[in-house]
């Protein structure tokens, strides 16, 4: 199957076989989140979706180094522009706290909710603050190549001159003059001989909070040379696949490839995928149009937008059931919708295990599995998977209800094709069963408590209680014996 995996390819602008440089190796790089306030569930959406793409990739057996930055430094206000503060530092400010001190308290939010949303890390998590010293030498070489220019401490990339012999504009699709025509005064544009350049490295200001030496001064890093620098060195100067949402296509990754083909003369990436948005009444969902939900507040449904709370593998369901390059609005009766359709899903996933197999067979796996492996090798297309899925639900419940027979290779067959796509490729987890898990656990744990206690151990069986009230569990010992409770 691995042979006919289609990508769209943002840069071509069409789906294209996946041929990775150097099989079974698959270099991927994603662009991570500004540490500097929560995440929201529209960059949620943008990693879960990634998350299927790495599952999917390692599914097929690819051995994928996926690396996503966290943005710890370089990232301004404006997001395209160079002025503004740095949105770390401000935030550092407002909360009269160290500038780490946001950053690990955001990375350690994000990391959270990533594996509530049971994503996988990825195999690198570099840090803008801890490559300084390879975007400085980025910096030097581009410098060295004439494509670069310094004022005053500052050092800028010069777009017009670079797209005299290459172009700028390759992957939005859009021309230079086009560019400069629409392109609003970003502001920070005094220092700039062309309106398009954009700040490889930034002079800071006495009071800026993040600032390190440099050729030029004391400075800062410009936002999109930490993604050039570390791709560079985790993945080598041409990698397959490079990933965001596509937001980021018309300028972050516009001058990410700019950088990396200024200094080593290749564009990095061959595959740049790119995740559509999460809307809100059709508004892409972010902080400042104050349309953005926390992952917490969808959870516990305490949120004006919503009539009741949702659990994360209905939010996880809700997002893989439309394709990653669509748009996906967020809305009540869709997010209902979702959860019905999980329930369902993982009530027959929960059948499979019972199910009974005859001599003879009215359901032929091979084909749904070839169905199956279809929808995702036309471009990750999950909500096709899903609906091959619901249709090995209807078997499962059929066979359950004896109105269909399965014999033992297809009923074997079925098991795996299943829970192989559910679980390791969609990422979905079963909380239902979680759920269930709990008492068994506890009543595991009180068994042993309760034996200590009958061999007079009572600094093990004190243990115990202590240990539990401390992660939020009572226990009461009667006649009758010990029953638990959550504190
Ligand atoms: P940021 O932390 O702002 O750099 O964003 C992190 C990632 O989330 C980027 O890849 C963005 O493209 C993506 N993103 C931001 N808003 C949305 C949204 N509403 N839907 C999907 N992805 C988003
Ligand atoms: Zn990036």
């Given at each position: 199957?691995?042979?006919?995996?289609?990508?769209?390819?943002?840069?071509?602008?069409?789906?294209?076989?996946?041929?990775?440089?150097?099989?079974?190796?698959?270099?991927?790089?994603?662009?991570?989140?500004?540490?500097?306030?929560?995440?929201?569930?529209?960059?949620?959406?943008?990693?879960?979706?990634?998350?299927?793409?790495?599952?999917?990739?390692?599914?097929?057996?690819?051995?994928?180094?996926?690396?996503?930055?966290?943005?710890?430094?370089?990232?301004?206000?404006?997001d395209?522009?160079?002025?503004?503060?740095?949105?770390?530092?401000?935030?550092?400010?407002?909360?009269?706290?160290?500038?780490?001190?946001?950053?690990?308290?955001?990375?350690?939010?994000?990391?959270?909710?990533?594996?509530?949303?049971?994503?996988?890390?990825?195999?690198?998590?570099?840090?803008?603050t801890?490559?300084?010293?390879?975007?400085?030498?980025?910096?030097?070489?581009?410098?060295?190549?004439?494509?670069?220019?310094?004022?005053?401490?500052s050092?800028y990339?010069?777009?017009?001159?670079?797209?005299?012999?290459?172009?700028?504009?390759?992957?939005?699709?859009?021309?230079?003059?086009?560019?400069?025509?629409?392109?609003?005064?970003?502001?920070?544009?005094?220092?700039?001989?062309?309106?398009?350049d954009?700040?490889?490295?930034?002079?800071?200001?006495?009071?800026?909070l993040?600032?390190?030496?440099?050729?030029?001064?004391?400075?800062?890093?410009?936002?999109?040379?930490?993604?050039?620098?570390?791709?560079?060195?985790?993945?080598?100067?041409?990698?397959?696949?490079?990933?965001g949402?596509?937001?980021?296509?018309?300028?972050?990754?516009?001058?990410?490839?700019?950088?990396?083909?200024?200094?080593?003369?290749?564009?990095?990436?061959?595959?740049?995928?790119?995740?559509?948005?999460?809307?809100?009444?059709?508004?892409?969902?972010?902080?400042?149009?104050?349309?953005?939900?926390?992952?917490?507040?969808?959870?516990?449904?305490?949120?004006?937008?919503?009539?009741?709370?949702?659990?994360?593998?209905?939010?996880?369901?809700?997002?893989?059931?439309?394709?990653?390059?669509?748009?996906?609005?967020?809305?009540?009766?869709?997010?209902?919708?979702?959860?019905?359709?999980?329930?369902?899903?993982?009530?027959?996933?929960?059948?499979?295990d019972?199910?009974?197999?005859?001599?003879?067979?009215?359901?032929?796996v091979?084909?749904?599995?070839?169905?199956?492996?279809?929808?995702?090798?036309?471009?990750?297309?999950?909500?096709?998977?899903?609906?091959?899925?619901?249709?090995?639900?209807r078997?499962?419940?059929?066979?359950?209800?004896?109105?269909?027979?399965?014999?033992?290779?297809?009923?074997?067959?079925?098991?795996?094709?299943?829970?192989?796509?559910?679980?390791?490729?969609?990422?979905?987890k079963?909380?239902?069963?979680?759920?269930d898990?709990?008492?068994?656990l506890?009543?595991?744990?009180?068994?042993?408590?309760?034996?200590?206690?009958?061999?007079?151990?009572?600094?093990?069986?004190?243990?115990?209680?202590?240990?539990?009230?401390?992660?939020?569990?009572?226990?009461?010992?009667?006649?009758?014996?010990?029953?638990?409770?959550?504190?």
């Amino acid at each position: 199957m691995k042979q006919n995996l289609f990508v769209y390819n943002t840069l071509t602008r069409q789906k294209e076989e996946f041929k990775p440089l150097n099989a079974p190796h698959v270099g991927m790089y994603v662009c991570g989140p500004t540490v500097y306030s929560d995440v929201h569930l529209g960059n949620c959406r943008t990693y879960i979706s990634f998350d299927l793409i790495f599952r999917y990739l390692t599914h097929l057996g690819y051995k994928v180094r996926y690396v996503r930055n966290i943005t710890d430094a370089g990232h301004l206000e404006g997001d395209a522009g160079d002025e503004g503060e740095d949105k770390i530092s401000k935030k550092a400010k407002i909360a009269q706290l160290e500038p780490m001190e946001i950053v690990q308290k955001y990375t350690v939010d994000f990391h959270e909710v990533m594996s509530i949303f049971n994503t996988l890390p990825p195999s690198i998590e570099p840090t803008a603050t801890g490559h300084i010293i390879e975007q400085i030498e980025l910096v030097k070489q581009i410098l060295a190549k004439g494509l670069a220019y310094e004022v005053d401490g500052s050092v800028y990339f010069d777009v017009e001159k670079y797209n005299s012999t290459t172009d700028y504009g390759i992957l939005s699709g859009r021309n230079l003059e086009d560019m400069l025509n629409n392109t609003r005064d970003l502001g920070g544009q005094e220092q700039k001989r062309g309106k398009l350049d954009f700040a490889l490295w930034i002079k800071a200001k006495p009071e800026h909070l993040m600032q390190w030496p440099s050729p030029w001064g004391m400075g800062f890093p410009g936002w999109h040379l930490e993604c050039s620098a570390m791709s560079h060195k985790y993945l080598g100067e041409q990698f397959d696949i490079h990933g965001g949402g596509l937001d980021l296509v018309p300028t972050h990754h516009t001058n990410e490839i700019a950088q990396n083909v200024a200094c080593c003369g290749k564009s990095p990436a061959r595959y740049w995928i790119h995740t559509n948005m999460l809307t809100v009444n059709g508004q892409k969902m972010s902080k400042s149009l104050g349309n953005s939900f926390l992952p917490h507040e969808l959870f516990t449904g305490d949120h004006s937008l919503l009539d009741k709370g949702y659990s994360p593998m209905t939010v996880r369901f809700f997002m893989l059931q439309a394709h990653y390059r669509s748009t996906l609005d967020f809305g009540n009766e869709a997010m209902e919708a979702s959860e019905k359709g999980f329930k369902r899903l993982m009530a027959s996933v929960a059948l499979l295990d019972g199910l009974k197999q005859s001599a003879t067979t009215d359901v032929d796996v091979e084909l749904l599995s070839n169905r199956c492996y279809e929808a995702l090798n036309d471009d990750f297309n999950s909500p096709v998977l899903i609906a091959e899925l619901f249709e090995a639900s209807r078997i499962i419940n059929s066979v359950n209800d004896g109105k269909m027979k399965i014999d033992e290779v297809n009923l074997q067959r079925l098991k795996i094709l299943v829970k192989t796509f559910v679980f390791d490729v969609l990422g979905l987890k079963d909380e239902q069963a979680a759920n269930d898990d709990l008492p068994k656990l506890l009543s595991f744990i009180v068994s042993l408590r309760s034996e200590a206690k009958v061999n007079h151990d009572y600094a093990t069986s004190d243990k115990i209680r202590q240990g539990l009230q401390q992660i939020g569990f009572q226990l009461k010992d009667s006649k009758e014996g010990t029953t638990w409770s959550k504190i």
